[in-house]
């Protein structure tokens, strides 16, 4: 029986289509693998952060009473400039000492001048969100970093946000520093900590009632803070598909494929 062997130009057409199916595929795959990585760190440290706060709480008591002093408003200078006082500054590393009680703490900064420091964007604006100054950045062991703990309110309740913070799951050195990719907004409440976007936005009072998951994790959108309104998303529908379509919501559809 005569054998016959794939000729050199078969070979080669046999290669180009693999190749071809190939670099059809692959970012695909590779993005989605990333996205499932960024749903179970921000998860994960969603849950770290909340079990360290009820701990805080059962260790210290309620919020209100853990010991903050004076006032956390932003001064004004002379020519307009608003900055932190410090009972702002002090406030927030008294937050952050009781938080991160339990944790491995590998970086602190509080109130840090970085002029050369990174660039934050908002999703779909780039370099939108410059600190010059930091109020607060941690880096923990595993590598994500939290900034922010400006307090909003020393007697907040169900409707008052105590204050707001971020978690950067990848840490505040490595790219892309956008909200809605790696950073990511959260809310706490006497009651625990909550992402930010939830479907129940409007219990808040001012501008944290506005932020919803529609307006402020928009992959087109332009306004200011576009991307703070996805952390609930992601934890709740274990999917980052706002990146990828535009007809998500909390009453329809939860993912592109549905």
């Known amino acids: 029986m ?5 000729t050199l130009a078969e070979v080669l057409i046999t290669l180009g289509i693999i190749g071809v199916v190939a670099a059809m595929t692959i970012p695909t795959l590779i993005t989605d693998y990333q996205e499932k990585q960024t749903v179970s760190r921000l998860t994960k440290a969603y849950a770290t952060l909340n079990n360290a706060y009820q701990m805080a709480k059962v260790e210290n008591g309620e919020f209100r009473t853990w010991g903050f002093s004076g006032n956390s408003s932003l ?4 020519e307009g400039n608003r900055h932190y006082t410090e009972d702002t500054v002090s406030n927030t590393e008294l937050f952050w000492k009781i938080m991160t009680k339990n944790m491995k703490v590998l970086k602190w900064s509080i109130n840090e001048k970085l002029t050369n420091g990174p660039k934050y964007s908002y999703l779909n604006v780039e370099n939108t969100h410059t600190t010059t100054t930091s109020l607060a950045k941690i880096t923990l062991a595993d590598g994500i970093t939290l900034h922010g703990g400006f307090i909003t309110d020393f007697k907040c ?3 008052e946000l105590c204050l707001d913070f971020d978690i950067d799951i990848n840490g505040v050195d ?3 520093n956008i909200y809605g990719k790696d950073i990511f907004n959260f809310y ?3 009651e625990g900590i909550i992402p930010a976007g939830n ?3 409007e ?3 001012g501008a944290y009632r506005l932020r919803t998951f529609e307006k402020y994790c928009d992959r087109d959108g332009e306004v200011v803070y576009n991307g703070y309104g996805c952390a609930a998303w992601v934890i709740y529908n274990k999917n980052m598909d706002y990146l990828h379509c535009d007809d998500l919501s909390w009453d329809g559809k939860h993912k592109c494929s549905d």
């Open 2 to 6: 005569e054998k016959r062997a794939f």
């Open 174 to 176: 490595n790219p892309p």
């Open 199 to 201: 479907k129940d936005t």
């Open 157 to 159: 309740n169900e409707k």
């Open 75 to 78: 001064e004004e200078d002379d």
């Open 203 to 205: 219990r808040f009072s």
């Open 188 to 190: 706490l409440l006497p």
